[in-house]
């Protein structure tokens, strides 16, 4: 196959991966107080002490980036744990939460 020829193919593969639309799986977001937000009861990840000393770190210089992520269907938290986890201690009062109807399906 010549250069050209694979370029062509190229394009075409292309075109045809991103001809196809993407779901929008958001389905809100708001402010939540910390406590109100349900633990993932099945959630694996955890954070040692030299994490969540960065993670802390992180969210006093820089601020909050991203949103916790919220199962609507379960209500179970997706992602943020140890984000919750430092607002609630640091006193927050809210943090930024977005629901999903499909994310983390499998595990929340």
Known sequence: M???NRSRALRR???AT???PWRNRIVGSGD???TQLLVNPRN???HPGAQRDALRGSLSEVGWV???LINRASGHVVDGHARIEEAISAGAPTVEKLRSDGAGERVA
């Open 2 to 4: 010549t250069r050209s």
């Open 13 to 15: 593969d292309l075109a």
């Open 18 to 20: 991103t001809a196809t």
């Open 32 to 34: 939540e107080d910390p």
């Open 44 to 46: 694996w990840r955890t």
């Open 66 to 68: 991203q949103q916790i």
